[in-house]
């Protein structure tokens, strides 16, 4: 089975300070996985992902992800936070070669000028 | 190009009454996956559609049942709504089945009284 920890409920920052959003995993074959960001009533988007090829996963907006095989995490990173990136954060986790994604509990990000 | 739209956005229904939900997956997208969000939790899946065959299934009640069209659409139907049907659906397209990046819609709201 697989599954994601994220280990952070909340995570507040300054504008223009950096971002880290913690996320462990769980998975029995080599996973996927991904970053998602979901803002007020709205969908989610995928900031990245990670399948097999190089372990620093760049993203839009300028985050990016380092797979952490050994450690079994992957944390998101931002060296510099706007306003704009004040949102929930879903760490995802999948069977690679398969669809069904599967979810953290979120980290909401807190922005503040 | 249009992303994922489902429809209704809102919807409220009471206690024993029957739903269904609707899904249009992007333009050329020939999988669509169905996932639960619960208030404050990290969405749950609940199926995937591809190509109008039933690839996978998460862990829910016979109460939920979807299907998938020629045209690559998605409805889902939920019988006997229950309080705990309350919840925030979303509807995700991919281009093909596997490790392909999966695009959300904005969700429908349902709210069970």
């Known amino acids: 089975a697989q599954s994601v920890t994220q280990l952070d409920s909340h995570v507040s920052v300054s504008e223009g300070t950096p971002v880290l959003l913690r996320c462990n995993y769980s998975?029995?074959?080599?996973?996927?996985l991904f970053w998602y960001v979901q803002h007020p009533n709205k969908g989610l988007q995928l900031l990245l992902k990670y399948t097999s090829a190089a372990t620093l996963v760049k993203g839009i907006n300028g985050f990016e992800a380092e797979f952490k095989k050994s450690e079994t995490s992957f944390h998101l990173t931002k060296p510099s936070a706007h306003m704009s990136d004040a949102a929930e954060y879903f760490c995802?986790?999948?069977?690679?070669?398969?669809?069904?994604?599967?979810f953290g509990t979120g980290t909401r990000l807190l922005v503040s000028p | 190009d249009a992303g994922v739209t489902q429809s209704p956005t809102h919807l409220i229904k009471t206690r024993g009454q029957q739903v269904t939900l609707r899904c249009s997956p992007i333009s050329g997208h020939k999988s669509v996956s169905w996932y639960q969000q619960v208030l404050g939790q990290g969405p749950q899946f609940i199926f995937q559609?591809?190509?109008?065959?039933?690839?996978g299934r998460g862990n829910f009640p016979d109460r939920f049942s979807a299907r998938q069209f020629p045209n690559y659409s998605s409805e889902l139907n939920v019988n006997a709504l229950l309080l705990g049907d309350s919840a925030l659906y979303l509807c995700a397209s991919s281009i093909r089945d596997g490790n392909q990046p999966q695009h959300f819609g904005d969700g429908t709201r349902l709210s069970i009284l």
């Open positions: 998975s029995s074959y080599s996973p996927s």
């Open positions: 995802v986790v999948s069977e690679r070669g398969f669809q069904k994604l599967v």
């Open positions: 559609y591809y190509e109008k065959e039933e690839r």
